[in-house]
């Protein structure tokens, strides 16, 4: 990076050699009431909207409009197939091979899908680790698999009465058993906010005999930390278990080689850096040495089920070979439409340029947040690149919601994490060097 001087022609210089620059043009940028663009940083949480996206659903529209039902097959982009369009674009997203890819559902709904396959608990392997502070849908989603099992993580299940619903369960794979340790929380070390690799690896070793599946974060939503997904799942594969993850903020964000990496599941969402609107359609990832595991316990439905023969309505199940055949519904072209929109964008970029521009981009806004050399900001986010993606996580000590609402009303759209955190995602598709440093012009002057 050029050496920076922290002004505003600086960070239009930055722009202007930006190569991806001409990007935030195919997006909607939100106005502020007096009609300026928003410094919009909050792409971790909804990501702007392609302006391309309308006339992909307009199009959905018109072919419902004139064909009805024959739209599944006769559409533009016929109905039948429609998730299709979008697996290798998604898959390359990912690091997967389309066979290892699906759109569907959403990202909850997922990993329990996942997980009903791949947590398969014996008498003595039956636990799961997840990172302490993982998303609270992650844990509700991992706590009531426990229980479904059998397993429970808190005393409270059994003060509710959960057991005695478990016992009268034939689905239960140990009835009866009251394993309270059957969650294990990865827990940073006193006095830090983010996991080390080393000590993830440790505890895997340590309590591998029972560990069942690992379900992590691929970047955890509070911190920002990206986790070593190889380095983990060769530990979790050593140890004999199922490795997972959650890449809600990682999709879209940071380059992922799922294949190589030989992770056996993922899910994510697609309303983050993914740009496929609100409440958007998720994605799966099965890796290919599961494609034909058909053996593998599932929930099934007719979407799943072979192509050739899914029509003539027979009652025997016969999943597609690979992610496909974890489908259950026949989904939703609409949203489809809009995510069909923005994957063609990241298409057209690439992930390696993006996390190109993402590493400078957010560099620039460590380097500006360092510069201010205010003690009671801490960006907790891990300094290594390889150790994040475009989030940075700034602690501000004894500050309270009202630090960001002032931010907010001056045009900057981030978010707040209780108790003291404001998280900042520059996105390399749409947000350039200006965005950050009026960003941090704002924060030093409210902070004062
Ligand atoms: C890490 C993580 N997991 C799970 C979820 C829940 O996603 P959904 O509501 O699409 O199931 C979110 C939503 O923001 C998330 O960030």
Known sequence: MPQIKFDQFEAETLDDADPLRLFRDKFHIPKTKDGNATIYLTGNSLGLQPKSVRGYIEQELLDWETLGVEGHVYAKNPWLPYHEFMTKPMAAVVGAKPVETVVMNSLTVNLHLMMVSFYRPTTSRYRIVIEKGAFPSDRYAVESQLRFHGYSSEPEAVATGYHAAIEKNPVATDPGSDRRDSLIELTPRTGEATLRTEDIIETIEREGDSIAVILLGGVNYYTGQAFDMKAITDAGHKAGAVVGFDLAHAAGNIELNLHDWNVDFAAWCTYKYLNGGPGSVGGAFVHERHAKAFDLPRFAGWWGHDKETRFLMGPEFRPIAGAEGWQISNPPILQMAALCA???????????????????????????????????????????????????????????????????????????????????????????????????????????
């Open 342 to 448: 923005s994957l063609e964008i990241f298409a057209e970029a690439g992930m390696p340029a993006l996390a190109v521009k993402s590493r400078l981009l957010t560099g620039y806004l460590e380097t500006l947040l360092a510069a201010i050399e205010n003690p009671r900001i801490q960006v907790i986010t891990p300094r290594e690149l390889s150790g994040r993606g475009c989030q940075l996580s700034i602690r501000v000590q004894d500050a309270d919601k009202s630090l960001f609402a002032a931010i907010a009303d001056q045009g900057v759209t981030a978010d707040w994490r209780e108790p003291d955190v404001i998280r900042v995602a520059p996105a390399p598709l749409y947000n350039s060097f200006a965005d950050v440093y009026k960003f941090v012009e704002i924060l030093k002057k409210c902070l004062k």
